[in-house]
């Protein structure tokens, strides 16, 4: 009976999550390729092109970047909050790691390994734009030897 409850509750927060795991994961999908460019201009050989001007531009680009991962770790650790106390209901049950578990159990165990691989990387990028933020600050001023004799 206690599985049939939490069965229904379960499907009844699926309606509100699915709503907020859209704009979660637009919003994620939508940052994380303007991430990764800016992260792409911290190589040395595209650094030693840029003047001072282009580089404070990329700095700000990167920092504006960090403070819009963050807000990403937030909204999923707030998605997470939403869910957690449905996630340890399921926890709590037994055998909820067989094959047989219900589907409500297993969609909303995956929703929890989707957010919680959504967490990591944003964290891991904001630590690269954190990197490549100092990488730019303190570029070398001389250009990178290419090998090639001239």
Same mark, same amino acid.
């Given at each position: 009976?206690?599985?049939?409850?939490?069965?229904?509750?379960?499907?009844?927060?699926?309606?509100?999550?699915?709503?907020?795991?859209?704009?979660?994961?637009?919003? !994620?999908?939508?940052?994380? &390729?303007?991430?990764? /460019?800016? %992260?792409?201009?911290? @190589?040395?050989?595209? *650094?030693?092109? +840029?003047?001072?001007?282009?580089?404070?531009?990329?700095?700000?680009?990167?920092?504006?970047?960090?403070?819009?991962?963050?807000?990403?770790?937030?909204?999923?650790?707030?998605?997470?909050?939403?869910?957690?106390?449905?996630?340890?209901?399921?926890?709590?049950?037994?055998?909820? !790691?067989?094959?047989?578990? &219900?589907?409500?159990? /297993?969609? %909303?165990?995956?929703? @929890?390994?989707?957010? *919680?691989?959504? +967490?990591?990387?944003?964290?891991?990028?904001?630590?690269?734009?954190?990197?490549?933020?100092?990488?730019?600050?303190?570029?070398?001023?001389?250009?990178?030897?290419?090998?090639?004799?001239?």
């Amino acid at each position: 009976m206690i599985v049939v409850t939490l069965q229904s509750e379960i499907a009844q927060v699926f309606n509100l999550l699915a709503v907020l795991l859209v704009f979660v994961l637009a919003y !994620f999908s939508a940052l994380m &390729p303007q991430a990764l /460019s800016a %992260l792409g201009e911290t @190589d040395p050989l595209h *650094l030693s092109g +840029l003047n001072d001007s282009g580089c404070a531009a990329l700095v700000r680009r990167m920092r504006t970047y960090r403070w819009l991962m963050i807000g990403s770790a937030l909204l999923v650790i707030l998605v997470g909050v939403v869910v957690s106390p449905l996630t340890d209901d399921v926890l709590s049950q037994p055998h909820v !790691f067989e094959w047989s578990i &219900p589907p409500t159990f /297993s969609g %909303l165990l995956l929703v @929890d390994i989707c957010l *919680l691989a959504m +967490l990591v990387t944003a964290t891991v990028v904001v630590f690269r734009l954190s990197r490549g933020i100092a990488d730019v600050t303190v570029r070398p001023r001389d250009p990178v030897a290419t090998g090639l004799t001239g």
